[in-house]
């Protein structure tokens, strides 16, 4: 199993999850997440050992999101397009993806990786313009993926049934 199947199986992403994960508020909401967590971690300069408690609340809310929208009336925007286009990502050992998408996911995922680490080592040594910098690549490499995924929806709908029926 990889690394990536423990995420998913983390979250626990049933099709009932997917569908109600594709409302363009779950997508937009999520990404005020990272801020506020960052916020909530460097809270711990003030607040001490209190700080794991909104830090808690920001990864239970990343949780939930993807379950508290109601299923979009249509999933023919931007945003929905970029959750089943992550689906579609994600079924592809059982529905390859097109190779022509591979190289830009994986230089999308490698800024993410790397704002990550820039993002955590400036929380680590309480850096604001290290924590700022590494959050602005994170939130680009997430944006330009999601926009790939969107991509992928657009040419994946047209192959495969079952991602179509995705599409309404």
Known sequence: MTSLDQLTNLFHMTDQVWSRHANPW????????????????WSRVWWGWFALLPTLLVILWIWLNPRMFPKPKTTRQWASKAVIGERIWLNQKQVPIPRHHRPVIAVT?????IGFGICLWGLWSL????????LSWVILGKTWFLDRMVWLCDEMSDRCPQYQEWLY
Do not use: D, E, F, K
Request: proline fraction near 7%; charged fraction near 5%.
């Open 26 to 41: 779950s997508v937009w909401t999520r990404y005020g997440a990272l801020p506020l967590l960052i916020g909530a971690i």
């Open 109 to 113: 995922n490698t800024v993410n990786a």
């Open 127 to 134: 850096h604001p313009y290290l924590t700022l910098m590494g």
